[in-house]
Structure formats: C-alpha cells, structure tokens
C-alpha cells in the first residue's frame, strides 16, 4: 500500500523541481538574455501551477525557489555581514599619462602575458552575492569594504538575479562581486509613476537604485526593476579559478549572472586607449550611466602576484571619463515667456567647461523646482550637462551670505501684465494672449517642422515680423507680400520669394497639422492626429461641445476642456476664420480607412519618403505608426539597413514588407 503513495511523492517533488527549473529558465532568458521564448501568459501558467503544487506540499519548499523572490513582512533593520574578502576601490587615472605610468608600475612586477581587459565602469552600487554550491546565500552592500547590509531579502525580488546558478561545476563557496544599477528609462517609468501619485521624482538612476536596496519593505524593491553586472570575485573556494578574467566572466555568464557584453581585450597599451576613448565616445548611447572606463590585468595569476594595497587592487585601475558634472556660480535668473504663456527660469551661470563644452546657462524648469533646489543669486551650484539635454541645475554646494533668494516675478518680463500660477498646478502664466513673447512663440510653433513646416520662418524672421508690426496673429502670415519681406534684415528677392511660397504651401498641409501648429494647450502631435480623423474641418471641431469631445477614444475630460476653452475665445476663433478666409482648406486630406487599426514599426532608411511623409501616409489612411515591435504590430517596413526591430519582428513572428509593398499598400499618390 506504502508504495503507490511513494511513487506519488517522487512524482511531486519531480514535477515541483522540473516546474523550478523550466521557470527559472525562463527568467534567464527574459532578463539576462532579454530573449523570451514564452508569452507572459504561459510564464504565468507556469508560475501559478508551481504556486499550487509548493501550496499543498509544504515538505519540498525551498527559499530560493522562483516563487519566494518576495516574502515576508518589512524589517525593521539589516543585519550586518562580514566581506570574506574586502571589497575594495580602485585608483583613478584621467589621461594617457596617469595610465601609462600605471603600465609601467604593473610590468615591473608582472609580464601581462594575457593582456589588459577594458571594462564600462557601471555608475552603480556595489554589491556581493554568496552561492554556496550555486545556490545564493546572502547577499549584501559594500559598506566601508569590510561589511555591509544584509540586503538578501531586496536582492531576491530583482529577478536578473540568479537565486540558482546555471550548469552543474561550481565553487562550494564563492562572493561574485559587481554593480546594480538602474536603467535611465527604468528611472523615467518609475518617475512617471510616482508624480501621477503626486510624489516628487527622483533625480538620478544611481541614488534612486541605491535607496531602492536600502528600503525595509521587499514589495516596494520588487515594483522597481533593477540590472546588474558581475565583474569580480571575493572568495572563490572547491572549483580551480579560471585563467584570466575575461574566461571567468564568460564562466558568470554561463552560470546565467548577467555580464556586460561591452568588454574588450588589449594586448598593447594602444588599444587600451582607443578602447577607453571609444567607450568614453558612447557613453551617452548607453541606457544606463557609465563614469570611465576598468582596465584590468586579465592573467588571474598575474592579478594574485601583483595583490592590493589597503585601499585598491594593484592590477585594476579606473580610467575617469571627463566630468558631465561642474562647480560653477549662478550669476543671474532670467524669465522667458512660452507660447502658453508659461514663465520658465533660467540660469546665467559663470561660464564653465563641462565635458569639454563651455556652458553659461541651465534650464531650472519652473519655480517648484527653484524652491525645491533652493537657489539664489551668488550660490555655487553643481551643474550637469548628459547626452544632448540643456544642462541642469543639480542643486546648490555653496551659499555665501549675500546671496538673494529668487522670487517668481509678480508682472510678464514681455508685456508686464500681472502673473498667476497654475491652479492645482506648478507653473506660472501670463494670462494676456497678446503678449509679445507669446506670440512670436507662437508663430514659431506655427512654422515649426511638425506642424505647417514653413521653411525659413524661425526665430529671428519671427521676431522681425513682430517688431515690425507685419505680423501680430499667425493669420497675418497670409497677407504678407514679397515686398514686406525684402524689409526683413538678410533678406534679398530670392529669400523673400522662398518664404512666401513656404508660406502659401502650408495651406495644403493636413487638417493634423494645423491643429497642432494652432498650439491648443495638451494637443501634442498625436491628438492632433486623433481630432482629424473624427472631424472633416476645423469648423466641426470649433462648435463640438465638452460632452461629444469625451466621447473620443483618448480624450478626457482635461483635454476636450482645453479644446473647448481655446475655441471658446474670440480671438482663436478669429484668427482660425482669417486663415480659412485666406483660402487655406485643411480638410483636403481626407482620412481613409483603408489601413483602419493597423499598426505599423519602420525600420533603416526609406528611399522614396522620409519618417514623416510616410507616417502621413500611414495616419491618412487610417492606422497607427508606432515606435516599437510588440505582437500587435501588423507591419514592420524594412527600409536599408534595417535595425533590432526587424529581429524582433522576426523573432515574434511579425510580417515584414519591404519599402515597394509599403508603397503599393499605401498608393503612389498623396
Ligand atoms: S572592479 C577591487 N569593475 O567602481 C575592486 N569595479 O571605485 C574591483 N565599478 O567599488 C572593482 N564598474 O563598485 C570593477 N567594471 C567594473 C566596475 C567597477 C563599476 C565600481 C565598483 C568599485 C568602484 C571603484
């Protein structure tokens, strides 16, 4: 009798295991390998039958079992852990010659016969994992290099962390040392989140992702998706170390602990300088923060010989890319008016090199941001300058005594009307639409690319126009002649001819278009989009009560409001009136439904249309271009030299068109 009941428990523990096993699998390859073989339905169906399975069989549970990641209530503190081997820093080089003494330094005592490894150093927080024959133990932070936090419950909700390793050979005790860090998009969907829920964002990935493992609660760490790259080791006990350090970190990869990819071998110090440079060139390419660049020794034997001081590794040193951070003053605060009339401040600043660009202002947003930063006139103010962003104030480092606070001016610096802020919200306006500085914005935004794309129409012809009284609507665009141009300062026949055709080719441009270069507060490109293909002019649209424009798929209340509110005054609608007088239709483009729901992704370079023209050809036949590659894309076009997406597509099974079907998809006329 005892027997079948047997068998049974053996077929449960097998089963339990083979679910463990296929599920970890499966994290693998989602978040090392960011390469999925199963939809997130079947991932869950398998979650869930282990689930059940570890429910009624308490007697096979196992804590690192892919279904205990978060447990638990909040702790009240960490425990402390002792580093088997300290986790040390490393020393900083910022040119060739710092790095090439360090060379010499190293080949006095050993021969490199293996090279250098070049390495990003991850702007991160350190961190050491235990695996007692492959299975995690603890895991903790750096702290002072001796001990650290035992962050082991944080660590396991982070599911690119391994909590069993991959293959069968590992040591019976090994500490893999490496970086957590958080991704900049990661950052932005939690920033996102956390300002719908009315909290403050948070400023940089590094802080956010090193508070984020100090929080006593693991449900809040599991809602943030941390990465992670392993580079080194402390302890390494019963397996024979690897050769060199670039086999030890594909020996991490095989056990399924994420690497970083971007790793390179030197034989000679020369490429170990182009590769510096190379990754110093890219940083800004990356998702995540990089601040130099690790070369490494990559003999383990030789790294052994050559040992450590109390602080660093001899056979490990830092390369610091130039700084994207300065010290500098902030001289002055000037006011600028938007074409919402929304008052921005920005900084004047001492002049300061940073990355190798002088920069003498910074935006500071809006005066929440000034308060919250707490700036003044004559503070040092640490200023950053990333990828091809406006440099911004990161917050004051110094305040001498006679520095004056910053106020929000009472009047508009153009028109000196008063201000008033946003009810409910962060910004201050200028109430006046006739505001000057408004209104050259918004014949800016009229002409703008996006919008009526009105070639040879920007800042400066704008504010000419203004001044000298030729244009105080964007209406009045369309009165203007050759011979009022050529009073323009640069201006000669040919350019004025130029710009008054531009000007009168605008009046073919969608009905999208014009609703976007009208500049209605919360109407983006997109709405835009939306409002055309409901309505078959601008006159339709300018009488449609709040009640019908909520009754559109994505719009709410905030936007039919605004819609409202801007057809509501006179002045828009006169100026709307005097454009169509003008002889301007903007109902032309019809929208078809011949592609009606159809997603499409473009991909490399089009011969015949760029992005936009045929994104138009997309929108006015009825469907949706979007930026990236999920099942519920219809099409994905493959123009030259076709990037990720087009893998994606085929990895997900998408139909992919070349640029000749597209055409015939979407016709040879406009
Ligand atoms: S190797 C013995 N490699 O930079 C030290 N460190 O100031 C071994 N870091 O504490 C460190 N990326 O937290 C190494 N690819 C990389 C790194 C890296 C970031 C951090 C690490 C270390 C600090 C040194």
Not at 106 to 115: L, W, Y
Not at 379 to 393: A, H, Q
Not at 451 to 474: F, R
Not at 490 to 508: C, V, Y
Request: net charge positive.
């Amino acid at each position: 009798m005892n027997k079948p009941m047997a068998m049974n428990q053996k077929n449960v523990r097998e089963e339990i295991e083979n679910l463990r096993k296929e599920i970890r699998r499966h994290d693998y390859l989602y978040y090392v390998k960011s390469a999925p073989e199963i939809s997130d339905r079947k991932y869950d169906e398998l979650y869930r039958k282990l689930q059940k399975l570890e429910e009624e069989n308490p007697q096979f549970a196992d804590q690192n079992s892919p279904t205990r990641r978060v447990s638990g209530e909040p702790l009240k503190e960490f425990d402390t852990v002792r580093h088997t081997e300290p986790m040390l820093s490393l020393d900083n080089t910022y040119n060739r010659q710092d790095i090439e003494e360090w060379d010499k330094r190293v080949r006095k005592r050993v021969n490199v016969s293996d090279g250098y490894e070049i390495e990003e150093k991850i702007d991160g927080v350190g961190i050491s994992l235990a695996y007692i024959n492959g299975r995690l133990d603890y895991a903790a932070t750096r702290g002072n290099g001796i001990q650290g936090d035992d962050i082991t419950r944080n660590i396991k909700t982070q599911k690119v962390i391994p909590l069993v390793l991959r293959g069968r050979k590992h040591p019976s005790f090994m500490e893999v040392r490496g970086e957590m860090f958080m991704t900049l998009s990661e950052l932005k969907r939690v920033n996102k989140d956390r300002v719908k829920r009315g909290k403050s964002a948070f400023s940089n990935p590094r802080n956010t992702c090193a508070g984020t493992l100090k929080l006593l609660d693991p449900s809040v760490v599991a809602q943030r998706k941390m990465k992670a790259f392993f580079y080194s080791c402390g302890a390494w006990e019963g397996l024979e170390l690897p050769e060199t350090q670039s086999r030890m970190l594909e020996l991490f990869s095989e056990w399924g602990l994420p690497v970083n990819e971007e790793r390179y071998v030197c034989p000679a110090l020369k490429d170990v300088f182009d590769v510096c440079e190379k990754l110093e060139r890219e940083r800004d390419k990356r998702d995540y923060e990089i601040d130099g660049a690790v070369i490494k020794v990559n003999s383990l034997g030789e790294q052994r010989q050559l040992g450590a001081t109390v602080k660093s590794p001899r056979w490990a040193v830092a390369y610091k890319f130039k700084a994207k951070k300065e010290v500098t003053v902030l001289k002055d605060i000037e006011f600028s008016v938007g074409r919402t009339g929304v008052i921005t401040p920005t900084a004047h600043l001492e002049p300061v090199k940073i990355g190798g660009v002088v920069i003498s202002k910074a935006t500071l947003h809006n005066f929440d941001q000034v308060r919250k930063l707490g700036v003044s006139r004559g503070d040092s103010v640490e200023v950053e300058r990333g990828g091809d962003v406006i440099p911004k104030i990161l917050g004051v480092i110094k305040k001498p005594e006679n520095s004056t606070l910053v106020e929000p001016p009472q009047n508009c610096p153009s028109c000196e009307s008063a201000i008033r802020k946003d009810p409910g919200g962060v910004y201050y306006r200028c109430l006046n639409s006739r505001c000057p500085a408004q209104v050259v914005q918004k014949i800016i935004h009229y002409a703008s690319v996006g919008a009526m794309d009105i070639q040879g129409l920007g800042e400066s012809v704008a504010e000419q126009l203004y001044e000298k009284n030729m244009v105080k609507d964007i209406s009045d665009l369309y009165a203007l002649d050759k011979d009022d141009l050529e009073k323009l300062e640069l201006f000669g026949e040919k350019r004025a001819r130029n710009l008054i055709d531009a000007i009168q080719m605008s009046k073919r441009k969608s009905l999208a278009d014009f609703l976007f270069g009208l500049g209605i507060p919360n109407i983006g490109k997109h709405t835009a989009g939306i409002l055309a293909e409901k309505y078959p002019d601008v006159r339709s649209l300018m009488d449609t009560p709040c009640e019908e424009l909520e009754k559109i798929n994505e719009i709410g209340p905030v936007v039919a409001q605004s819609i409202r509110d801007f057809f509501s005054d006179p002045g828009n609608r006169k100026t709307v009136t005097e454009i169509l007088k003008s002889g301007a239709g903007f109902s032309g483009v019809k929208v078809g439904n011949k592609l009606k729901g159809k997603r499409f992704v473009f991909t490399g370079a089009l011969k015949k249309y760029n992005r936009r023209e045929a994104k138009e050809r997309v929108d006015s036949a009825g469907g949706r271009v979007t930026s990236s590659v999920s099942s519920s894309t219809d099409f994905v076009v493959a123009g030259e030299s076709p990037g990720s997406k087009l893998k994606k597509a085929r990895e997900l099974g998408v139909r992919v068109i070349s640029e000749e079907d597209f055409t015939d998809i979407v016709g040879e006329g406009a």
